[in-house]
T-cell receptor
Framework: SQTIHQWPATLVQPVGSPLSLECTVE??????LYWYRQAAGRGLQLLFY??????ISSEVPQNLSASRPQDRQFILSSKKLLLSDSGFYLC???????????????FGEGSRLTVL | GNSVTQMEGPVTLSEEAFLTINCTYT??????LFWYVQYPGEGLQLLLK?????DKGSNKGFEATYRKETTSFHLEKGSVQVSDSAVYFC???????????FGQGTRLTINP
């Protein structure tokens, strides 16, 4: 069966410090991968998605970046965190069938980031 | 661009009440539509989906019908339970770009 792991689960970082959140998927190959942020009162915002290794689409201009160094690994990074980066970050994957996905996403447990 | 607008919450109901959470969308082409649910302390999970106009998705007593003429996908349940308390997200899947766009979420609280 497929599983998705996200870490760390909780992170408290000072303003200006770097960030690295990791997400890995097991039990599937060539998934689509997604990073979402859930900020208080603002719902779920799509940040990045990837349809393959090294292929990253950015949805919102900001000081975050994403990378996909391996097929089932998706990393969210920042060189210098801002207060506004605080939130709940969710990684998700979707299965591909015949080169496309149905849109059904499977989510990780999330990483709660607090920037002070 | 493609977007989803959900009924603003929070919504508070008594047990066994009828539930409707409104969702409308703006999209080019023919997207797939979804409802996801986030129970307290848990991650998001798929509740139901519809892939084309007039399809009805259903699960756990919840239903939603894909209405192309009104660009809507309202979530309904005839008799809610305390265990239905959660945050509900309407979402639109844009096949061309392979991405899922969510509404802002509606927090539902059911009182016994």
């Amino acid at each position: 069966s497929q599983t998705i792991h996200q870490w760390p689960a909780t992170l408290v970082q000072p303003v200006g410090s770097p960030l690295s959140l990791e997400c890995t998927v097991e039990g599937t190959s060539n998934p689509n991968l997604y990073w979402y942020r859930q900020a208080a009162g603002r719902g779920l915002q799509l940040l990045f998605y990837s349809v393959g290794i090294g292929q990253i689409s950015s949805e919102v201009p900001q000081n975050l970046s994403a990378s996909r160094p391996q097929d089932r690994q998706f990393i969210l990074s920042s060189k210098k965190l801002l207060l506004s980066d605080s939130g709940f970050y969710l990684c998700a994957w979707s299965v591909l069938a015949q080169g496309a996905t149905s849109g059904e996403l499977f989510f990780g447990e999330g990483s709660r980031l607090t920037v002070l | 661009g493609n977007s989803v607008t959900q009924m603003e919450g929070p919504v508070t109901l008594s047990e066994e009440a009828f539930l409707t959470i409104n969702c409308t969308y703006t999209a080019t082409g023919y997207p797939s539509l979804f409802w996801y649910v986030q129970y307290p302390g848990e991650g998001l999970q798929l509740l139901l989906k519809a892939t084309k106009a007039d399809d009805k998705g259903s699960n756990k007593g919840f239903e939603a019908t894909y209405r192309k003429e009104t660009t809507s996908f309202h979530l309904e349940k005839g008799s809610v339970q305390v265990s239905d308390s959660a945050v509900y997200f309407c979402a639109l899947f844009w096949r061309g770009a392979q991405k899922l766009v969510f509404g802002q979420g509606t927090r539902l609280t059911i009182n016994p």
